[in-house]
């Protein structure tokens, strides 16, 4: 397949990764064409050097651009229902923190999880996977962390590998067996981290469930010492961190995900100087969410001192039922210069490129041998467009392994 008149083709010889200011730039081509064979970018071009199309079937992008497809680097998009009362509950004034210390928040989902069949569990997450496959993702992370027991953490990574098997998604796992104390173990943290490491670690890593392990790292949750417990069992099992931190308080989890070379530490909401200068110096991804900070009302991560710091910066969804209830990656990328006030380019490498490699793939560019993976849009006068008009629909069409979706 030819793509031909591509307005410009964006996200071509792209690095490794972006850090610091390198998110500055954005490589693309004007009046473009792509190539694609066997699923993936196989050429491109200036439209003046059009190789002769043949027998092959062309798209005529008519000027729209073409991008990477977004890569959302954490989501918890496997969950049962929804939690529109405890949005109402905000409304009326209760905090995120109020309503989880009432027994709301992530055991309410964990309660209604447990009361749904797996099968209902994948039709109502696949709803979710094909909604995030329109807007133009082309790479997720999933997290478990709605079970709490070992049999219904199964239970999601079952769900998860199975979105991964019947979708051109390009999925990652990762186990959040710490996002909460189940409910068995009360008040008994410890107890609840000894049973993480003991039974529920070793059972995910047998059978192949998950690459990554995750931890709530955050006032009222778990702490930075038991955070380290679930790395270091996370790393006897093969399974790198991911690492919740700084979502409600200087938590001590940047600091303990850099220290156990932890894949990315995630949120950052509050995260200061000290923090963000570490990760300026390591290779672990600072991910911020700012559909969270949207939807709770938080603050927006510093992610341009984190760049000037000199940090890989990624933006994810953070979808989930209780503070981010949506995956739309390109309305994160244009919180990210909204409210946060990156650069287009800058906030396109964090959706895409970056977001990549907080999921360990080599997905979020065009460059040339990469999975054709791309999103076309309606005719654009600039890059900036695309965030400017942030509900205009300019996605004409999702393209996933060189396929239209
Ligand atoms: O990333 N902060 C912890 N976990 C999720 C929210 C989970 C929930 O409220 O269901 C997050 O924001
Ligand atoms: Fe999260």
């Known amino acids: 397949m030819i793509v031909t008149n591509i307005g410009r083709l964006v996200g071509i010889d792209q690095p490794a990764r972006r850090r610091g200011h390198e998110m500055d730039i954005l490589p693309g081509l004007d009046n473009a064409w792509l190539k694609v064979e066997n699923g993936l970018v196989a050429d491109y071009g200036p439209m003046d050097t059009l190789p002769d199309v043949g027998m092959e079937e062309t798209v ?49 989902s964990a309660d209604r999880l447990h009361l749904t069949s797996e099968e209902e569990l994948f039709e109502q997450s696949m709803q979710r996977v094909r909604e995030i496959i329109g807007f133009g993702t082309g790479s997720v992370e999933i997290k478990s962390g709605y079970g709490l027991t070992l049999a219904d953490e199964l239970k999601m990574l079952r769900v998860i590998a199975r979105i991964a098997e019947s979708t051109p ?54 702490t930075p010492d038991h955070t380290e417990q679930i790395l270091e069992c996370g790393a006897r099992h093969g399974l790198r961190g991911k690492i919740h931190a700084n979502e409600l308080a200087v938590s001590g989890g940047v600091e303990v995900g850099v220290k156990h070379a932890a894949l990315s530490v995630d949120h950052l909401e509050r995260a200061e100087e ?50 981010s209830p949506s995956g739309n990656m390109r309305f994160v990328a244009s919180l990210g210069a909204v409210k946060m006030k990156l650069t287009p380019e800058q906030a396109l490498n964090a959706t895409t490129l970056n977001g990549a490699v907080a999921m360990g793939l080599d997905s979020g560019t065009l460059n040339r041998g990469k999975r054709a993976d791309f999103i076309l849009t309606e005719p654009m006068p600039s890059l900036t467009y695309l965030l400017y008009a942030y509900q205009t629909p300019l996605i004409r069409q999702v393209f996933l392994n060189g396929k239209a979706q």
């Not at 290779?283 to 911020?288: G, K, L, Q, Y």
């Open 274 to 323: 000290p923090q963000l200068r570490l990760l300026g110096q390591s290779e672990t991804v600072a991910t911020m969410l700012p559909g969270a900070s949207f939807f709770l009302g938080m603050p927006y991560g510093d992610a341009r001192a984190a760049i000037d710091a000199g940090a890989t910066v990624a933006l994810a969804s953070d979808y989930n039922p209780g503070s």
């Open 169 to 222: 998604l390009r999925v990652v796992a990762t186990f959040l067996g710490a996002h909460a104390v189940g409910r068995a173990y009360g008040s008994d943290i410890d107890g609840y981290v000894a049973h993480v490491c003991r039974d529920m670690i070793p059972a995910v890593a047998a059978e192949g469930l998950a690459q990554y392990v995750d931890v709530f790292c955050d006032r009222g949750f778990f």
């Open 60 to 108: 005529n992008a008519r000027g729209g651009y073409i991008l990477p497809s977004f890569c959302d680097s954490h989501t918890h998009i496997v969950y049962a229902g929804t939690r529109d009362g405890e949005f109402l509950d905000k409304i009326h004034g209760l905090s995120y923190e109020e309503i989880a210390r009432r027994g709301g928040g992530i055991l309410n």
